[in-house]
């Protein structure tokens, strides 16, 4: 039987100044990805919200 294993990162701790911090991130045995805000978010407007997936390990 085939043992998965699974993470959820929050991204945030992961980012300083900016950038992914990849010495952190690569310890981690399980696969990482980061969801952002796409551009064009409009507070004011909820239904702006557009959100970007991506695998960084």
Excluded: E, W
Excluded at 13 to 26: A, E, L, P, Q, W
Excluded at 31 to 48: C, E, H, P, W
Aim: glycine fraction near 4%.
């Amino acid at each position: 039987m085939a043992k998965h294993t699974q993470c959820i990162i929050v991204i945030k701790d992961f980012i300083t100044k900016g950038k992914v911090r990849t010495d952190d991130i690569n310890r981690l045995t399980c696969s990482v990805y980061r969801i952002q805000k796409a551009a064009g978010f409009d507070q004011n407007n909820l239904s702006t919200i557009r959100t970007m997936v991506n695998k960084i390990k």
